[in-house]
């Protein structure tokens, strides 16, 4: 799955998808979603592999996280932004 296609598959289950620039990834960005809580990770997950298989049968890392003050960013370090 390209990074592209990705950002396709979260967008169809309803996730605004954003560039991140994580801890330790000195200015690179990847792919990211903000949510309310951590437990939307749960749901995130089910969603894309109920809707979103990739043909080769591979799915994306599980994502890490960072807290915003009052939400959390997911995001995605195997799937660089595209420009």
């Given amino acids: 799955m390209t990074s592209k296609e990705f950002i396709t598959a979260l967008e169809d289950i309803g ?34 592999a109920a809707n979103s298989p990739d043909p080769d049968g591979t799915y994306p890392s599980a994502p890490s996280s960072d807290s915003m003050g009052l939400g959390y960013i997911l995001y995605w370090r195997n799937f660089d932004w595209p420009e």
């Fill in 15 to 48: 996730y605004e998808p954003r560039a991140y620039s994580g801890r330790g990834m000195y200015g690179s960005s990847c792919v990211g979603v903000d949510v309310e809580d951590l437990g939307h990770l749960f749901q995130l997950g089910y969603e894309l």
